[in-house]
């Protein structure tokens, strides 16, 4: 039978934007039977698996996520745990860029996915996935593509110059997102940018897994000449 335990807390500092972030995880070292265990280090609520943890590189990534996913409520939180832990496992990697966290492989260095908290008043988050070289996605993704380009039609290439994608695989002209209109008119969209999945739910999950897979097929096979399939 274990003894109490003692409760130790380690203070981890993020930045975010022009703030700084402090939080506090806890951990516990038990004495049973003369010898000291301590627990899983990541926050006694667990908010991360240790199954999803052990595919994490580093320790810094493992409190970087918990800590990020700690500000999500109850609802939201295991969808993007489940998201978060699949991307780790394909050898996406999460890291801190301004006020979000991005998902990139160290093979190619491409965002194939960010998370973070929107600044409006309820502080919601958002999950946006990179899935233009995906094919039969639903009308659901489909409409993604559709509202991002009636939203913002000026910002359709914001990073190509005279028709050349910087993001051009060698030789290779990506691919594009693209939207057929009622009239019959298709617009595109550029292929290298995340878009956010809005109102995530579990019915969802399924096939962001399978969009994950199947654009992280394409970026290994056309950004490090590696054959996942």
């Known amino acids: ?23 506090i995880l806890y951990w516990t070292t038990y004495a049973v ?4 265990r301590q627990n899983a280090a990541f926050p006694i609520n667990g908010l991360f698996k240790e199954r999803a943890l052990s595919r994490l590189k580093t320790k810094r990534q493992e409190e970087l996520l918990n800590t990020f996913l700690s500000e999500f409520d109850d609802e939201s939180r295991p969808l993007y745990q489940d998201m978060a832990a ?10 801190k860029q301004r006020s979000y966290i991005v998902f990139r492989h160290d093979s190619h260095n491409r965002e194939m996915a960010k998370m973070g908290v929107t600044w409006t008043k309820d502080h919601s988050p958002y ?5 233009s070289a995906c094919k039969g996605y ?4 489909a409409e993604i593509i559709g ?3 009636r939203k913002n039609p ?9 028709g050349n994608c910087v993001f051009n695989a060698e030789g290779d002209k990506p691919p594009v997102y693209q939207y057929v209109f009622p009239d019959g008119t298709v617009k595109a969209l550029c292929g290298a940018k995340a878009l956010v999945i809005p109102d995530i739910t579990k019915d969802d999950i399924d096939e962001i897994k399978k969009l994950i897979k199947e654009e992280h097929a394409y970026l290994m096979l056309r950004e490090a000449g590696v054959s996942v399939i």
């Open 1 to 23: 039978m274990r003894a109490a335990g003692a409760r130790h807390c380690l203070c981890i500092k993020l930045k975010t934007g022009q703030r700084s972030l402090y939080r």
């Open 138 to 141: 639903s009308q659901r993704f």
């Open 147 to 149: 509202d991002f380009i």
């Open 127 to 131: 999950f946006a996935l990179r899935f």
């Open 154 to 162: 000026e910002r359709l290439f914001p990073h190509c110059e005279n």
């Open 86 to 95: 699949y991307l780790s496992e394909l050898g996406y990697y999460p890291r």
């Open 33 to 36: 039977s003369g010898t000291r």
